[in-house]
Every structure is written in C-alpha cells, then in structure tokens.
C-alpha cells in the first residue's frame, strides 16, 4: 500500500467520529480532517489545479495543517512547506522563491506584513479550525499552474550558504522510508491501539515525520505546538506510551526539573534526533530513570532516519559505544571517502557517503554529505563534525553566514563574525563579534548591542539570533586575514565573563 493510497483510505472510510488528533487537551476526528479534505479538493479542483499541483502552506503544529497535509498526499497534489516560524520578510521572501499556484495558510500567519503581496497573483486560502475561505491577494487572478509529478512533498530546510533550498521528496523515497520506520497498517482494520506524542514542528523533517508516520500506521497522535513540560507531562499521563521522541534539550529539561521516575511509567525507549545527543546525558537518563534514548541519524534529502540504535543494539553495545549514531537502517548502506570521492574503509575518517532508496539520487547512486564521519570494524557510524560551518542549536541550522550579512546591514558595523559556543542544553549555540565602521564611536556598546539584537530579531528566526553580541575594537584575524574564530570564541567567552549575554 502506497502512502497515497493509505491516506485516501482512512479520508474516504474512516467513521466521522473517531478520534484522530489530540490538540490542547481535545480530540478533533476524523469527520473534521474529512472536512478540510473534502473543501480544499472542492476549490482546488473547481479552479483546475489537479494531480501533481504544488500546494504551498505556511505550516504550523495544529490539526487543521495536519489535515491539508493528508489531503495533498491522498489527492495527488504536492505539498510545498513553508515556516510559520519565520519573520514576516523571511517568509515573504520564501513564498515569491517558491512560485506557488495557490497558497494555504492560518489567518495569523498571513497576516504577517508583505505575505499576501508575496504572493502575486497566486489564490489565497485561509485556514481554521472552521474551514477554508479564499481570502483577495494581488489582482486576483490565477497563476498558471506549476505541478511536481511524483512528488510527495518540497521540504524546506536550511542551505550550506545563501536562502533555505528545499528537498523534493518523490513517492518512491517516501513509502521506502515509511515501510521501513512505522508497522504496516493492519490488515482487518483501519486503526491500531494507541497515541504517538509530537512536539517536533511539522515544518521540519522530524515533526512532518513523526505526524504522518503513525497516522499511516493507524495511530492516533497528540499534536502539541511545541515541547513544554507541564503540558507534556500531562499528555505522558494521559496516554502512557511505550515510546516516545524528544531532542536533547528536552531530555536535559526533564532531568533538571527533577521530574520524578512516577511521572514517566510506562515509557520504555525514547528516541531521539536532530541534533547529536551526548553520551553522558543519554547515560543519566538511563541511570535516573531506567529509560533507554536510543539517538538516530538522518536528513531531510533523505526522508529521515538512515542511522539508528534499536533496544537490542543498545543493550548490547551501548556500553562500548556510547556517542556512536547507530548502524544503518535496513536497505541503508553508508561509506566514508576521501575529497576525491575514493572509499578509505573504516576506522579512518572522511566524508559520509550513503546509497538508499530514500535517496533522491536513487537506489543505486552514492549521495555525499556534508558530515565528517567514521565507521568502525562493528559497523557503527561515528559522526565527527560538519564539512560546512553551520552551527546545529538544539537541532536546528544556524548559518554563520546569515547572521554576519544581517549584523552588517546596521551602519556603524564594518565587519561582523559568528561562531559556535558549546552550550550544555543545546550543544551549540551562536555568538557574534563585530568590528565598527572606522570613526564610529563605540563609547556607548550596550545602546549598540541592543540596536544589533532588534536588528537580529526582525530579520532573522528565533533560533538565529546571536546569545552574545562583542563590540570589538578589531576582529581577531589568522595571518591570511581570515576572521579567526577560535581566537573570537577566547574574545566572547572573555566578555561572557563580565557581561550577561543577551
């Protein structure tokens, strides 16, 4: 069964009163999700926009996008995302890229300044809880239609340099990784027992994943906004699962609240992802609470997980390989090479080469990444850094380079630079530096600093913005000239120590 297949399914036959999403403490079914299926396929339809047409939504954690996700898949229609979480400019700049034929999205996202007009000539749809309404944009007129055949979904993720680039997901990628990650759905029936938690945003692989994947399953899911522990909590009570997922920073949160071992029975393993999740805090978790965080390994380009550790591995092995990112999933073969693209074994580190079905560039071709890695004589994967310079903050990117341009956008900086802070919760978080424009005075640096934070804050996402900010009478500089970011992250510990970061 195709994931198309098993989507249109459950919309065409699933009772109109069974539960199918928790949100803030209440079920909405599967009547409500049939609904917003029934009128986005009725307008898109009536306006010729069939098979294969590129739908952007603005995505958020709410049951209603859920429900437009599950349309577009079932109707043969491509899914483009686009971030809620984005500054009004950012995303405005994300929707004129993406050249939609029609847009869908909350009626606060599309309120934000330039989105409506970011859409040119495109219809656009609001969406609530109620329903959807096409709501004016630009002269009204309809774009012709641009379509992705075979394409489940255009996935926004961040680029190595320059605007966030998308990854186009085909149907093939992705029923070869829901087959391999989540039980087949049952035969004599249309559901199964029990609620899949998801705390990840549905914008990002994991969240997008960890919704669809149990839903095809025939699970039902509790959707929140984002991880908050007393809401959590009380969801973990309410449902009891075996399993569940969370990032590092919210296994950390957990243990630092003292949450008592009561609080979490049930929970056998948690998995976690993302970002990579240090050994000793998986082995504290395991020690305070007898719970198993078996981490996994994936990306975006290729529909999620293609390293994980499963119980068994981890009782066996996790003694002697504790900070390992697992072996490959079945069907997932990893390699490490050299510049040149020449395999050099295991035991030595390189470039993380892998060949999978969920590969975009297919079964049988190697895809590079950007991560440095090695593979030992047991087969397991070792993730040793990034090739790249991106700065991973509690999972998410964070681009040295994004954050420099908008830091030099204010008048008084002549040069600005960013480095990665090691952070205990988070694993890395990003600070600045910046250098002033040659006569400018620097005698009053907190007004400054506080001009760049506002400057950071409009232009870019929350997770990007700067920690720390250090104005500096000179970038510290390597003797080619270059910004030397170990000399710089000396400078902005140094000012840690006297200044309370922003």
Sequence with gaps: ???????????????????????????????????????????????????????????????????????????????????????????????????????????????????LDAAGDAPVLELTEAGIREIEAGSGAQRPTNSSPGVIVEMLTSGTTGPPKRVLLSEKQFDTAISTSVPAPPEDRLFRRGVTLVVTPLVHIGGFWGALGPIYAGRRICLMGKFVLDPWLRAIERHRPRATGLVPAALRTILTEGVPAQSLEGIDVVTTGTTACPPELIDSFLDTYGIRVLPTYGATEFAGAVAYWTKPLHERWWATKAGSAGKPIPGVTLRITDDEGVDIGREKQGLLEIRTAQSPVGADAWLRTSDLATIDEDGFLWIQGRADDAIVRGGFKVHPDAVRKVLESHPAVEEAAVAPLPDERLGQVPVAAVELVSGESADDRSALVDELVALCRQQLLPYEVPVHISVLSALPRTPSSKVSRVDLLELVSADLGRTAPV
């Excluded at 098979?51 to 349309?71: F, K, M, Q």
């Excluded at 971030?83 to 405005?92: E, F, G, I, V």
């Design 1 to 115: 069964m195709t994931s198309r297949s098993r989507f249109n399914e459950l919309l065409s036959e699933a009772p109109a009163d069974a539960e199918a999403i928790e949100f803030d403490e209440r079920w909405r079914t599967w009547g409500d999700l049939q609904r917003i299926d029934a009128a986005l396929d009725e307008w898109l339809t009536g306006h010729g926009l069939g098979a294969g047409t590129r739908v952007g939504i603005v995505l958020e954690n709410r049951p209603e996008h859920v429900g437009v996700l599950l349309s577009l898949i079932a109707r043969d229609r491509c899914i483009v995302t686009l971030s809620a979480l984005q500054p009004p400019r950012r995303l405005s700049e994300d929707i004129r890229r993406a050249d939609l034929p029609v847009l869908v999205g909350s009626p606060a996202a599309l309120a934000g300044a330039g989105v």
